[in-house]
């Protein structure tokens, strides 16, 4: 969406928030927010590889201010495909200063000329990942919104849990959505939802309703399995979701993701929670839909292909780390690339 002569990508809403300054970068519209279960409702709020993409004219500086609510929020300020600096972000407003600057080694700062730009032009991109995120302010005279050549022609939209959202990413270039969009040069949605992707019909009719991505994943769902549903309720749901994505969209490839490897897989239980099914019955159900499904753009991959090794994963035996969500990126790429040439984009 357009705001302030900036584009925000994967905001569909600039929201008021009662008590807070600023407008909320709100990944869903409200009205499929309120769709979700109360945990959704929470985690689609928070920040995702939403980006501030802006031009400014040569030598202009450009001050974006910022605030974030619920804990620590990380911003990486990219200029086009280049990276520049990371900023923490707390409730206390920050200001970046959007700037060309001389880096620290004896070339001139690659911000114009000859520098390759393999996916991105010369536009500032500030991309967002933790938190509630808030605009303060953004001067809207003397900036521009991309142009098309100067960012990805193509999107990949993700769904899933919070190891689709990147939680344990340390820093949103190294979630497996961006990761994998990086290496196919494409634009990622990340629509991952920590400990909520419960498969509603309210965020699989929202991703039917979209025109906007040439292919998406499904990542379904650990969270499901770690709180208590059975692999009949589970299929049901996925079922339903994955039908309506791929009846809306019969020319556009939906990659649904298996389970990867976890504690589940040792037969033990996150502390506290009830569990009702095996991680082999839920793989098995996601592979039965897809098989099911009559739509031949609809594809399964295991999770446990995409991550092959233990020591991707962090200490709890769940969330991958930088290695594992590296690895991820590297396979799912791999599976995807040839399913985006069949379509020749």
């Known amino acids: ?19 807070r300054p600023g407008l909320l970068l709100q990944r869903v519209p409200e009205s499929v ?18 980006e501030i ?15 974030s609510y619920g804990g620590i929020s990380l911003a990486q300020v990219y200029y086009g495909d280049y990276w520049v600096e990371d900023v923490r ?29 393999s996916a991105y032009g010369p536009i500032w991109r500030i991309v967002l990942q933790g938190f509630e995120v808030h605009l303060i ?3 809207s005279g003397r900036v521009r919104p991309p142009q098309p050549h100067e960012k990805p022609a193509f999107k990949y939209l993700a769904y899933g849990t919070s190891i689709t959202f990147g939680i344990s990413a340390s820093t949103p270039d190294l979630s497996y959505v961006s990761q994998t969009a990086w290496r196919l040069g494409l634009d990622p949605i990340n629509l991952g939802m920590p400990g909520a992707a419960f498969c509603e019909p309210s965020i ?9 991505w040439a292919i998406a994943s499904l990542c379904l769902s650990v969270n499901m399995l770690n ?11 996925a079922a339903y979701m994955v039908q309506t994505i791929a009846k809306a969209h019969p020319d556009k490839p939906l990659v649904c993701i298996g389970l990867f490897p976890s ?30 499904s009559g739509q031949p753009q609809v594809h399964y991959v295991d999770g446990q292909e995409l991550l092959d090794d233990w020591r991707g994963l962090s200490h709890d035996l769940l969330h991958p780390g930088n290695f594992g969500m590296v690895r991820i990126g590297e396979r799912l790429a791999a599976f995807m690339g040839p399913l985006l040439q069949s379509r020749r984009l």
């Open 137 to 139: 302010d953004l001067p």
């Open 1 to 19: 969406m357009l705001y302030g002569n900036a584009e925000f990508h994967n905001v569909a809403e600039l929201a008021p928030v009662e008590g």
């Open 204 to 212: 699989a009719d929202h991703i039917a309703a979209r025109n906007d």
């Open 33 to 50: 927010r309120t769709g979700l279960l109360e945990k959704g409702q929470e985690q689609i709020r928070r920040a995702s590889a939403i």
């Open 227 to 237: 709180q208590g549903i059975s692999a009949e309720e589970f299929k049901a749901k």
């Open 53 to 67: 993409r802006l031009g400014a004219e040569e030598g202009t500086a450009v001050p974006v201010t910022l605030a």
């Open 263 to 292: 504690f589940a897989d040792l037969g033990w239980a996150w502390p506290e929670r009830e569990v009702n099914a095996a991680s082999r019955e839920y793989r098995d159900a996601l592979r039965d839909i897809v098989r099911c």
């Open 89 to 117: 972000l707390g409730e206390a407003p920050t200001t970046i200063h959007l700037q060309e600057r001389e880096p620290m080694f004896q070339f001139a700062a690659p911000w114009r000329g000859e520098v390759p730009r």
